[in-house]
């Protein structure tokens, strides 16, 4: 890995992967012709470009029982045991809604009411991810999510991976379909002869996936633009070099465009951390895709003080932030922007990941800033409640009134004024 000083007042930015024009061209291409042409595209473009031919888009369940059956017995009680973690969590996020009264029998409220249906892409290709199944769907049937879809990608015999049905059937999610691609967010987001739309999309994918949830928004509600994975650790001499080079490579392994950083006020660590990273994707299973990563986006960043460090990692806002320093919880406190904070030597990224009970669907890109990772919040609407007494009308009407004259609504005004108060 490059190590670097870190200058005072940098700001670390990832490279920001926006797609390009052929991409976005191709994108656009397919959500016209499955908006159009509806299962025919779906089975084109799955052809084309998962390799197989559907004969049905939709899961069995004979098929789910199938990948029951063959899954690990103590893989489905792990996947169980963070099922049950992950729903702890979120159900800490449920919000009733509120009643504010105003006297006279009037009241304001809020109603907070769930999204009927969501559709949940779950990512393939390169690796098979049940975590997003149990991240994706948990926190939108605490919501009280009422139809909950999935689509994810099948392999070359047409089979999705066993992990990723045995965790949504444990959730009881029985509407699963083999499609992966811009193609299923068309799908979820128009419609098809078989699969009906939705109302919000959400999960990470490929830069297709991220362009044409882009592309979509408007027409459905997502959840972010997922960009490449990224982590980021904060350390000093009091970390172990050979566990900081294995958390980054954890996300460098993900995608050649995953970003991995380190911050350190050692000179001496950030040289091991660069040795160990080199020893460690000699024999890391998916080196190709890690090393692409590390060479491309991994960096290690000498700061002079502990200061220096938290401004760093503020400035870059990363996707996953492992500190592993002395005062591991008060440095903590003052990170700002991060999608996911891990304290201490013990907290590895993959902790929450799979297991722990938070959300892994965090914000990349820097969005951190301003965007949270995926909650409960992400599958309910609020609705605003007025309720107004005729008492409490006479006493605010002129008021009302004047205000939308102001504006030069007389409309809203008059709508004011003819419920029987008038002006003198």
């Known amino acids: 890995m490059k190590i670097t000083k870190l200058a005072k007042g940098i700001s670390l930015k990832r490279p920001l992967e926006g797609g390009n024009e052929e991409q ?142 045995v965790a949504a059937q444990l959730l009881g999610i029985e509407e699963i379909y083999k499609i992966g691609g811009a193609q299923a967010i068309a799908a979820l987001a128009y419609g098809t002869e078989t699969i009906a739309p939705v109302d919000k999309i959400t999960g990470p994918g490929n830069i297709f996936v991220a362009l044409a949830k882009r592309e979509v928004f408007g027409e459905v509600a997502i959840d972010m633009i997922a960009g490449p994975s990224e982590i980021a650790v904060l350390a000093d001499d009091t970390a172990f070099p050979d566990e900081i080079a294995a958390d980054l490579l954890s996300q460098a392994e993900h995608d050649r465009l995953a970003c991995a950083v380190l911050v350190t006020t050692s000179e001496k660590l950030a040289k091991k951390v660069a040795e160990e990273v080199e020893k460690q994707l000699e024999i890391l299973p998916r080196q190709e895709v890690a090393r692409a990563s590390i060479e491309n986006f991994g960096v290690i960043y000498i700061a002079e003080t502990v200061s220096d460090a938290v401004e760093a990692i503020n400035s870059l806002a990363p996707e996953h932030l492992e500190i592993m320093t002395n005062n591991a919880e008060a440095i903590a406190e003052q990170i700002r922007h991060a999608g996911g904070i891990f304290i201490g030597r013990y907290s590895s990224e993959p902790v929450g990941d799979y297991f722990a009970g938070t959300n892994h669907v965090l914000p990349t890109n820097s969005t951190a800033r301003f965007a949270s990772g995926l909650n409960v919040d992400d599958f ?38 003819s419920r029987g108060w008038k002006k003198e």
């Open 380 to 417: 309910v609407k609020k609705s605003s409640v007025v309720y107004y007494s005729e008492k409490t009308w006479q006493e605010h009407a002129p008021k009302i009134a004047r205000l939308a004259r102001m504006e030069g609504l007389e409309g809203h005004a008059r709508a004011v004024e």
């Open 24 to 165: 976005l061209k191709v994108v656009r291409q397919v959500l016209t012709d499955v908006r159009t042409q509806g299962d025919v595209a779906l089975r084109a473009y799955t052809e084309r470009w998962d390799g197989y031919m559907p004969t049905s888009l939709r899961v069995t369940k004979e098929e789910i029982q199938e990948a029951v059956n063959a899954l690990d017995q103590q893989l489905y009680q792990d996947l169980v045991e963070a099922a049950q973690n992950i729903r702890l969590y979120h159900e800490q996020q449920s919000r009733q809604g509120y009643r504010l009264e105003l006297g006279d029998g009037s009241w304001l409220g809020q109603r907070v009411t769930a999204l009927d249906a969501v559709g949940l892409y779950v990512p393939g290709g390169t690796a098979a991810y049940p975590s997003s199944v149990l991240m994706n769907v948990i926190p939108a049937q605490v919501a009280g999510v009422k139809r909950i879809v999935i689509a994810s990608p099948a392999g070359l015999d047409g089979k999705m991976p066993a992990g990723v049905l």
